[in-house]
């Protein structure tokens, strides 16, 4: 299994430009969610899903969207990408409230 | 609402040397506790894992935690640390009715001398 997988590694965007960060999991957990890290800090949620078409807000939901449609897939939207949104992005799954599996993140800088 | 308070920033040992770090929560009821451990630029990595039962509970790597309820406390122990566990550590709690969301403390970033 590769576990959970998330693509770009890397990327840098411009203010105001959007794009989709992809998270994909094969180990068919039903929950999943998006964190992001910033420097010297925890992991704060953004958004999660307890399984396809059910998504909630986390604690810092604000300038991203997600969907699930799938159980495997959970992208995560940014519109209109603001310096603040300059972190390091995981996905991560779990089955139920089991322990969470991450992903090797993806780095985002916005300029 | 569920909180981490991972004191230590920063933490420095000495190879061979004993480690303690230290986490403490807040949560009305009994919470499921977690320590990962994060490598530069990787994911998270669980360590271990406490849900109920047996206090003292025992991860990969050597590494062991003591849930006391009475001092809100789940440290994390190893008894002579390896140059390999350099890393930045970070305590979680969640709850059973949360649907696994999980709190994350801020991380103790552990530095290992030779």
């Known amino acids: 299994n590769a576990g959970v997988t998330q693509t770009p590694k890397f990327r840098i965007l411009k203010i105001g430009q959007s794009m989709t960060l992809q998270c994909t999991q094969d180990?068919?957990?039903?929950?999943m969610y998006w964190y992001r890290q910033d420097p010297g800090m925890g992991l704060k949620l953004i958004y999660y899903?307890?399984?396809?078409?059910?998504?909630d807000k986390g604690e810092v939901p604000n300038g991203y969207n997600v969907s699930r449609s799938t159980t495997e897939d959970f992208p995560l939207r940014l519109e209109l990408a603001a310096p603040s949104q300059t972190s390091v992005y995981f996905c991560?799954?779990?089955?139920?409230?089991?322990?969470?599996?991450f992903g090797p993140g993806t780095r985002l800088t916005v300029t | 609402a569920q909180s981490v308070t991972q004191p230590d920033i920063h933490i420095t040992v000495s190879e061979g040397a004993s480690l303690e770090l230290r986490c403490n929560y807040s949560?009305?009821?009994?919470?499921?506790l977690f320590w990962y451990v994060q490598s530069p630029g990787q994911g998270l990595q669980l360590l271990l894992k406490y849900f109920s039962g047996d206090t003292l509970v025992q991860g990969i790597k050597g590494f062991e935690a003591e849930f006391k309820r009475s001092q809100s406390s789940f440290n994390l122990r190893k008894p002579s640390v390896h140059w390999s566990d350099a890393a930045e550590y970070f305590c979680?709690?969640?709850?059973?009715?949360?649907?696994?969301?999980?709190?994350f403390g801020e991380g103790t970033q552990l530095t290992v001398n030779p």
């Open positions: 991560a799954s779990s089955y139920r409230n089991s322990e969470q599996y």
């Open positions: 949560y009305g009821a009994t919470p499921y």
């Open positions: 979680a709690v969640g709850r059973e009715t949360s649907g696994s969301r999980l709190t």
């Open positions: 180990m068919n957990h039903n929950y």
């Open positions: 899903s307890v399984g396809a078409g059910i998504t």
